[in-house]
């Protein structure tokens, strides 16, 4: 099993700033299948990138993800008040089971 | 637009099993080169890959739970199910249905992530 640890477990920024989330995998993810989601709460996860580094449909341009292998990123510039949330990143590759990390909570300082 | 809305009962008994279906509107199960997922968020804590179902019909456990779970697709067309056996109250959470991976057949490989969620529906196992 594949397993993410994402840090940190929490950031605490203002809007208009900078995001940096990171998630690391304990072996090589294949294909670079890693995905994030964001998960506002009472409410579903929404995909924000999949294969390590493509927007999904949808989010805006301000949301990135880089990297490749076991140290993956994700980055979010100019934060908005909408993007205070919780991030998870996930595995889905061929090496099952599909994987989450435990989480990283963007907060509002 | 594609949807997933999941459905079922909200309480369940200790000891008994656990049914949720998951009725898909905009996409067709069967046609297309999707896996269809269950995951389920436990109080307080993370996502957890329950499985999924392919439209062949073939299934993907987690290992934690494979020993009582079934992802199946039906009832109907266009809905797959979730069976959970010998429910405690561990398993007392929100369950979600979703679309996705994509498996692409020429590259062997799985893509795209999770794209569409359902809202999720909450069982409590109580007696």
């Known amino acids: 099993e594949i397993v993410l640890t994402q840090s940190p477990g929490t950031l605490s920024l203002s809007p208009g700033e900078r995001a940096t989330l990171s998630c690391r995998a304990s072996?090589?993810?294949?294909?670079?299948?890693l995905a994030w989601y964001q998960q506002k709460p009472g409410q579903a996860p929404r995909l924000i990138v999949h294969?390590?580094?493509s927007r999904a449909t949808g989010i805006p341009d301000r949301f990135s993800g880089s990297g490749s292998g076991t140290d993956f990123t994700l980055t979010i510039d100019r934060l908005e008040p909408e993007d205070f949330a919780m991030y998870y990143c996930?595995?889905?590759?061929?090496?099952?089971?599909?994987?989450f990390g435990g989480g990283t909570k963007v907060e509002i300082k | 637009q594609v949807q997933l809305q999941e459905s079922g009962p909200g309480l369940v008994k200790p000891s008994q099993t656990l049914s949720l279906t998951c009725t898909v509107s905009?996409?067709?199960?069967?046609?297309?080169?999707?896996?269809w997922t269950w995951i389920r968020q436990l109080p307080g804590k993370g996502l957890e890959w329950i499985g999924y179902?392919?439209?062949?019909?073939?299934?993907y456990y987690n290992p934690s739970l494979t020993s009582r779970v079934i992802v199946s697709l039906g009832p109907s067309d266009n809905q797959f199910s979730l069976q959970l056996s010998s429910v405690t109250a561990a398993d007392t959470g929100v369950y979600y249905c979703?679309?996705?991976?994509?498996?692409?057949?020429?590259?062997?490989?799985?893509?795209?992530?999770?794209?569409?969620w359902g809202q999720g529906t909450t069982v409590t196992v109580s007696s």
């Open positions: 979703a679309r996705g991976p994509y498996y692409d057949f020429w590259s062997d490989s799985r893509l795209y992530g999770m794209d569409v």
């Open positions: 905009g996409d067709s199960i069967s046609s297309g080169g999707y896996y």
């Open positions: 179902v392919y439209n062949s019909g073939a299934t």
């Open positions: 072996q090589s993810v294949s294909n670079n299948n």
């Open positions: 294969g390590a580094s």
């Open positions: 996930q595995q889905y590759g061929t090496l099952l089971p599909v994987t």
